[in-house]
């Protein structure tokens, strides 16, 4: 039986136009305060082990992933935190459209072109919160992302701000975010009611599973359709 039954079509909206930051604009919509949730949620996920590299994907395309990334990033900053935050996705990003920055240069200059990683982070237009842009797409995103330069730059940011974030690619899409889930050290899963199947989640989580990442959780999204958005956090999958 299909987890969610509705069909919704693919978008490219957030591509060309971005995702609407809430949080930023609306600091005391509700939504904004369920993003907070997230962000908390999270944070007691890590009493163990500190987290500095955090991951958000989703088992396929248009599941709103980019939106919570980047507004679960925006509360960190608005908490007091030193936040980066990294488009990964080289071959659908966004983040440069969300946060009306330049895209001239950005992850895949400094993987392609051994770039300081200081040379193409843009501030942005809310405190503590920097961003690293896709850059130009290039023509082997995994082969970049998989590579030790990728590495080299996860060890130097996580020395330099307190919470770095990462927008990827869907896991059933690309390799690209297997090999990132591996390296990071946590792993948020992005599900939206109507557009994801429950045998696509189940592969999502096996795949994650395979590279032993630290899967913390889901962020289900567009749960109260008649409210036109709604996001829950919880831990677990069910396998109806």
């Known amino acids: 039986m299909a987890l969610f039954r509705r069909k919704k079509k693919q978008s490219d909206d957030s591509i060309i136009n971005g995702v609407k930051l809430v949080t930023a604009v609306e600091p005391k919509n509700v939504v904004s305060e369920q993003f907070r949730t997230v962000r908390t949620n999270i944070d007691f996920s890590s009493v163990d082990k500190q987290i500095k590299t955090l991951l958000f994907t989703s088992s396929g395309m248009s599941e709103g992933k980019s939106t919570v990334s980047a507004n679960t990033a925006v509360t960190w900053a608005q908490q007091g935190k030193k936040i980066l935050f990294i488009d990964a996705d080289l071959r659908r990003p966004s983040v440069q459209?969300?946060?009306?920055?330049?895209?001239?240069?950005?992850?895949?200059?400094?993987?392609?072109?051994?770039?300081?990683?200081?040379e193409v982070t843009q501030q942005t237009a809310i405190d503590n919160l920097e961003v690293?842009?896709?850059?130009?797409?290039?023509?082997?995103?995994?082969?970049?992302?998989?590579?030790?330069?990728?590495?080299?730059?996860?060890?130097?940011?996580?020395?330099?701000?307190?919470?770095?974030?990462?927008?990827?690619?869907?896991?059933?899409?690309?390799?690209d975010t297997q090999v990132l889930a591996a390296r990071?050290?946590?792993?948020?899963?992005?599900?939206?009611?109507?557009?994801?199947?429950?045998?696509?989640?189940?592969r999502a989580v096996e795949l994650l599973q395979m590279v032993h990442a630290n899967l913390l959780g889901y962020v289900l999204n567009d749960m109260v359709p008649r409210d036109g958005y709604g996001y829950g956090y919880g831990y677990g999958y069910g396998h109806e």
């Not at 459209?97 to 200081?118: K, T």
């Open 97 to 118: 459209s969300s946060f009306d920055l330049v895209n001239g240069r950005g992850l895949s200059s400094v993987l392609s072109n051994n770039l300081d990683f200081h």
């Open 132 to 175: 690293i842009t896709s850059g130009p797409i290039p023509p082997n995103p995994a082969e970049l992302l998989n590579s030790n330069r990728m590495k080299r730059l996860l060890d130097s940011v996580e020395a330099e701000y307190d919470l770095v974030l990462l927008d990827v690619p869907p896991l059933l899409s690309v390799t």
């Open 184 to 202: 990071v050290d946590g792993v948020v899963l992005v599900v939206r009611q109507g557009v994801a199947q429950k045998t696509a989640i189940t």
